[in-house]
């Protein structure tokens, strides 16, 4: 086993837990594909929500570091990939500073996008001081208490769906739309499949610790068949936005399906176990391809409705 050194750089690093940053990169893909087809693209504008977004995953992670190690979660019995300060990598309280520090200068990126469209929002931009308290809120109470009760999915739902996707929109666009709603539940979707592995692989360990997730809840084929259906539905969702019925708009969210259901299928085969890491792995990395080949069909359709060359 690798030695990490107490609050070096790479226990840092291995706390950010960087591969997770794929549910932050993705709704902000998402939203901004839409305004380049709504002509209302602003660079600074979507790299403001991109770096806004890693930054909250970022303190996130902190956070659910630090909490599950000192409600005594991770035990050592925990199937998932090593925690920071469970491991002794970093110290719960450089963990608090890190946390602090993170909160902090994601909160500074969100008050450049004050700058940027401040005068310009139709609310002269409180609505965005509303929203980045909001996303900080829930990074707290995701691993305090939501996470626990059952209440995650929906969670991921709203703060890796409506929030993000909707939120890239509206500084850039100044307005939300139909498009950016169904958009928005797609995002969510597809980032909920990575919570259901989680919840999957630890639901023998969260039953244990108390943590009543929906998987705990109604039990292993439930978690099972959850997982398989919300890759489906975000693909058929996707068929919303091939509107001038372009055959490549309406084929390309089905490879995200074929991606889906073959790592439905390993994770099936494998069931439990530390094996289900590999999953994990899977799942962001169809995210990822879900992300792009829907901005894909949104900027396809863009370009065949509006007879671009």
Same mark, same amino acid.
């Given at each position: 086993?690798?030695?990490?050194k107490?609050d070096?750089i790479?226990?840092?690093?291995?706390a950010?837990?960087p591969?997770?940053?794929?549910?932050?990169?993705?709704?902000?893909?998402?939203?901004?594909?839409?305004t380049?087809?709504?002509?209302?693209?602003?660079?600074?504008?979507?790299?403001?929500?991109?770096?806004?977004?890693?930054?909250?995953?970022?303190?996130?992670?902190f956070?659910n570091?630090?909490?599950?190690?000192?409600?005594?979660t991770?035990?050592?019995d925990?199937?998932g990939?090593?925690?920071?300060?469970?491991?002794?990598?970093?110290?719960?309280?450089?963990?608090k500073?890190?946390?602090?520090v993170?909160? $902090? #200068?994601?909160? !500074?990126t969100?008050?450049?996008?004050?700058?940027?469209?401040w005068?310009? &929002?139709? =609310?002269? /931009? +409180?609505?965005? $001081? #509303?929203?980045g !308290?909001?996303?900080?809120?829930?990074?707290?109470?995701?691993?305090?208490v &939501?996470s =626990?009760? /059952? +209440?995650?999915?929906?969670?991921?739902?709203?703060?890796?769906g409506?929030?993000p996707?909707?939120?890239?929109?509206?500084?850039?666009?100044?307005?939300?739309?139909?498009?950016?709603?169904?958009?928005?539940?797609?995002s969510?979707?597809?980032i909920?499949?990575?919570?259901?592995?989680?919840?999957?692989?630890?639901?023998?360990?969260?039953?244990?610790?108390?943590?009543?997730?929906?998987?705990?809840?109604?039990?292993?084929?439930?978690?099972?068949?959850m997982?398989?259906?919300?890759g489906i539905?975000?693909?058929?969702?996707?068929?919303?936005?091939?509107?001038?019925?372009?055959?490549?708009?309406?084929?390309?969210?089905?490879?995200?399906?074929f991606?889906?259901?073959?790592?439905?299928?390993?994770?099936?085969?494998?069931?439990?176990?530390?094996?289900l890491?590999?999953?994990?792995?899977?799942?962001s990395?169809?995210?990822?391809?879900?992300?792009?080949l829907?901005?894909?069909?949104?900027?396809?359709?863009?370009?065949?409705?509006?007879?671009?060359?």
């Open positions: 086993m690798e030695t990490i107490t070096s790479r226990a840092w690093i291995l950010a837990r591969k997770t940053l794929t549910g932050a990169v993705v709704p902000v893909l998402i939203g901004t594909s839409l380049l087809a709504d002509g209302q693209f602003k660079v600074m504008g979507a790299l403001l929500c991109l770096l806004f977004a890693c930054g909250m995953q970022i303190a996130a992670n956070i570091d630090l909490y599950d190690y000192l409600k005594g991770d035990r050592e925990r199937l990939p090593e925690r920071a300060c469970a491991q002794g990598w970093i110290t719960p309280e450089s963990m500073r890190g946390i602090g993170t909160v $902090i #200068l994601a909160c !500074l969100g008050c450049g996008l004050l700058y940027e469209n005068g310009k &929002l139709p =609310y002269g /931009g +409180w609505e965005l $001081i #509303l929203l !308290l909001l996303c900080v809120v829930f990074a707290f109470l995701y691993t305090t &939501l =626990y009760h /059952g +209440w995650g999915d929906l969670s991921v739902l709203i703060f890796f409506f929030v996707v909707g939120g890239t929109y509206y500084v850039q666009a100044y307005t939300i739309t139909a498009d950016v709603i169904i958009a928005s539940v797609i969510g979707l597809i909920d499949t990575l919570l259901v592995v989680n919840n999957y692989r630890d639901r023998e360990q969260d039953a244990a610790s108390g943590k009543r997730t929906l998987i705990v809840r109604f039990g292993e084929p439930f978690g099972r068949y997982y398989l259906g919300l539905a975000a693909t058929l969702l996707s068929l919303w936005f091939a509107r001038d019925w372009n055959p490549t708009a309406i084929l390309l969210p089905f490879f995200y399906l991606a889906h259901v073959r790592t439905w299928q390993r994770m099936c085969r494998i069931y439990r176990g530390k094996k890491n590999s999953i994990l792995g899977e799942t990395r169809n995210m990822l391809l879900m992300g792009l829907l901005s894909a069909v949104i900027l396809i359709e863009f370009r065949t409705i509006s007879n671009l060359p």
